[in-house]
């Protein structure tokens, strides 16, 4: 490309970048050699920083800085009530709804065969030893509706059903404003299946 090596290589790390593209990484590289060194430097110590000091929470399996993350050590939520998301990314997406006072378990992934993932790969153990310890009445199953997720879901609240733990899967459809012209046939069929009482 006519760039140094060492711009070359500072390229191709942002490049392998989930979401980043050729000329964002450009973009990026660029970006960083213009800015300050202490900018620079601060930027790359928080990433060395948050390697180093994150970890799992003992207790949902969440990334936290310390043994149990906050949402874990929160008296005022409802124990008794679990969310199962892929990632712990997806916890925030449901934080910021600011409607859900239970708390969360991550399972790191979803089963596909495909991709060599099976149940013991993914922190399913976890959370049965959760639902023995902690006397969960219910598992809200959040994980995604592609084949994956859909899969994981059945296989979790088979799992949680001896228990005498209550399984739900989160419901799918049309979004709020959404044309019906639009809806393709299985969100409008997820929209039915989810229907409730007004």
């Given at each position: 490309?006519g760039?140094?090596?060492?711009?070359?290589?500072?390229?191709?790390?942002f490049?392998?970048?989930?979401?980043?593209?050729?000329?964002?990484a450009?973009?990026?590289?660029?970006?960083?050699?213009?800015?300050?060194?202490?900018?620079?430097?601060?930027?790359?110590?928080?990433?060395v920083?948050a390697?180093?000091k994150?970890?799992?929470?003992r207790?949902?399996?969440?990334?936290?800085?310390?043994?149990?993350?906050?949402?874990?050590?929160?008296?005022?939520?409802?124990?008794s009530?679990v969310?199962?998301?892929?990632?712990?990314k997806?916890?925030?997406?449901?934080?910021?709804?600011?409607?859900?006072?239970?708390?969360?378990?991550?399972?790191?992934?979803?089963?596909?065969?495909?991709?060599?993932?099976?149940?013991d790969?993914?922190?399913?153990?976890?959370?049965?030893?959760?639902?023995?310890?902690?006397?969960?009445?219910?598992?809200?199953?959040?994980?995604?509706?592609?084949?994956?997720?859909?899969?994981?879901?059945m296989?979790?609240?088979?799992?949680?059903?001896?228990?005498?733990?209550?399984?739900s899967?989160?419901?799918?459809?049309?979004?709020?404003?959404?044309?019906?012209e639009?809806?393709?046939s299985?969100?409008?069929?997820?929209a039915?299946e989810?229907?409730?009482?007004?």
């Amino acid at each position: 490309m006519g760039y140094s090596p060492t711009l070359e290589a500072l390229i191709e790390k942002f490049r392998s970048l989930p979401g980043i593209g050729g000329k964002t990484a450009v973009r990026l590289a660029f970006f960083m050699l213009n800015s300050s060194e202490e900018y620079v430097s601060e930027f790359a110590n928080c990433i060395v920083e948050a390697r180093a000091k994150t970890r799992t929470c003992r207790i949902c399996q969440s990334l936290s800085d310390s043994e149990i993350c906050a949402i874990c050590a929160d008296e005022t939520r409802d124990k008794s009530l679990v969310c199962v998301v892929e990632n712990a990314k997806d916890i925030a997406t449901f934080e910021r709804v600011k409607e859900y006072n239970g708390v969360y378990h991550v399972l790191h992934g979803v089963i596909s065969p495909m991709d060599g993932v099976g149940p013991d790969d993914i922190r399913v153990k976890e959370l049965l030893a959760r639902i023995t310890a902690d006397g969960v009445r219910e598992v809200i199953l959040a994980t995604g509706s592609n084949v994956e997720g859909e899969a994981t879901a059945m296989y979790v609240s088979q799992l949680v059903k001896p228990f005498g733990t209550a399984a739900s899967r989160l419901a799918y459809g049309l979004p709020v404003g959404g044309e019906l012209e639009y809806a393709d046939s299985v969100t409008l069929y997820k929209a039915l299946e989810g229907r409730r009482e007004m």
